[in-house]
């Protein structure tokens, strides 16, 4: 059994949101910086710009990188011989959230039940995924993401025996009609298989993970390629002025399911991808 | 293609000086605007329909569909990016009617809002989203008018320099995503 201690957890994932909200990783700006060099629109170019710049202005006043600081997700794998002492994981994480957003200035934007309740003052409870696992070992994937775009979140349920090309039709009409209003460029995350709610857990989980980590699989590494593809063929650009970066990495995360099912659930991060993976 | 163009504004907007603006074109604003989200606005209603005045004067007003982060001690305000302007369509004749010539949000919004603009006058203007560090640093006062309970949700006056902003929709059903969509797309779905 591997112990750990309850004060350090709280400390190192409120260190994490802390800093997700405030300094964007390298690799992002990379991508920006190419998106930037990809467009010829003036209209895409000048928000991608303004983009770059939030990064150096957040970090120097250390201001929140877009005001919406989120409801925070965590996805967190659990061995079964990992034992927290001093409290639950549950009770740590909460903790966490609590003083990261109390002591740093970030929005409380959480309310305690959806009719009858008022915001809770400390952006508490985040949205928790347990998943019990073999071995000692403890991995939290931290999310941040806005209302905007988790707003344009889809379920769609199609036929048994679907070809990527129909999945695909699903996620291109679905961004299409909506995914100017979620902050493009984004990172889009597509679940397919489980049931109807766990496609729409996998898509979530898919984006939890760090920018540039890909489905190991390399048939769905090149679907994923190319549907980012596609999607920026869509023409909606930066802040859907137009152009020709909508969309920065396609996540695919896949699962058995039913013969008489074929669920694919949609979710999408925006441009302000805020993630961090902490590991015990 | 048309040449782009740029023009500083001042606010309060009077119609004649905004109706030659098309979508794609760059306003840098200044002068006073009001920060007004969801709840804002239903508040700002009721307010109207029992006989209150307001706490500002909605000729030539502009909204700016925001939520801030809260200010740290010794600076203006926090971060304050645009939040989803179509959450706020519902409002947007209301107010229309009683003399808002401009609100700044981000996203696509209802196709009946670019009739409604057409009608009364009015511009829908385009902040960058997930911008609200940088945007924050063009606001050189805020006041809360009223409503404070709702914290970020209270409504804000702020003054702005040269704030950054592209015409979204114009008066004439001119449409920036509209535009930029069929220049740019080449696949069909």
């Known amino acids: 059994m591997k112990e750990l201690e309850f004060q350090d957890i709280v400390q190192q994932v409120e260190k994490a949101l802390q800093e997700l909200n405030i300094i964007s990783p390298q690799l992002l700006r990379e991508k920006m910086l190419e998106a930037l060099a990809t467009e010829d629109n003036d209209l895409a170019r000048e928000m991608l710009s303004q983009v770059m710049e939030n990064y150096i202005v957040a970090e120097e006043r250390n201001l929140p990188l877009c005001q919406d600081t989120g409801m925070v997700m965590a996805k967190v794998e659990k061995g079964e011989e990992v034992k927290v002492k001093g409290g639950s994981l549950r009770q740590a994480l909460d903790e966490a959230i609590r003083r990261a957003y109390s002591n740093n200035y970030f929005r409380k934007s959480v309310i305690s039940d959806p009719f009858f309740g008022k915001n809770t003052g400390d952006n508490t409870p985040g949205v928790y995924f347990f998943e019990l696992q073999e071995g000692d070992s403890l991995r939290i994937d931290l999310l941040v993401k806005g209302g905007g775009c988790d707003n344009i979140s889809s379920l769609g349920i199609l036929e048994p025996g679907s070809e990527p090309e129909e999945v695909e039709r699903f996620i291109l009409q679905e961004l299409d009609k909506k995914g100017g209003q979620a902050c493009p460029p984004l990172v889009v995350g597509v679940g397919i298989g489980g049931n109807a709610p766990y496609a729409l857990y996998l898509a979530s989980r898919a984006l939890s993970r760090p920018l540039g980590e890909f489905n190991p699989d390399p048939r769905y590494r090149e679907l994923e390629e190319k549907w980012r593809e596609d999607i920026n063929r869509l023409g909606i650009g930066p802040q859907g002025v137009g152009g020709r970066v909508t969309c920065l990495e396609v996540r695919i995360e896949t699962y058995p399911c039913h013969i008489a099912s074929f669920p694919v659930g949609l979710v999408c991060n925006c441009h302000v991808f805020r993630q961090k993976t902490l590991k015990w | ?189």
């Open chain 2, 1 to 189: 293609m048309e040449e782009r163009k740029e023009v500083i504004l001042k606010t309060p907007l009077s119609v004649e000086e905004i109706r030659f603006l098309k979508a794609g074109d760059k306003v840098y604003l200044n002068g006073f605007i009001y920060v007004a989200r969801d709840l804002t606005h239903h508040r700002l209603m009721e307010d109207l329909e029992k006989g209150k005045e307001l706490p500002f004067s909605l000729s030539g007003s502009v909204i700016y569909y925001a939520g801030p982060t809260p200010t740290r001690r010794g600076e203006i305000i926090g971060s304050v990016g645009p939040t989803t302007s179509s959450r706020m369509d519902k409002y947007l004749e209301y107010f229309l009617q009683r003399g808002l010539r401009a609100t700044i949000g981000k996203g696509e919004r209802k196709k009946e809002v670019k009739k409604l603009l057409e009608k009364y006058g009015a511009l829908y203007l385009l902040a960058c989203g997930g911008a609200g560090a940088y945007l924050s640093t063009f606001v050189v006062e805020k006041e809360i008018l009223a409503y404070e309970d709702l914290g970020a949700q209270a409504l804000l006056r702020l003054k702005v320099e040269q704030f950054p902003l592209l015409v979204a929709y114009d008066m004439q059903g001119g449409d920036i995503f509209e535009e930029g969509k069929i220049k740019y797309r080449n696949i069909t779905v």
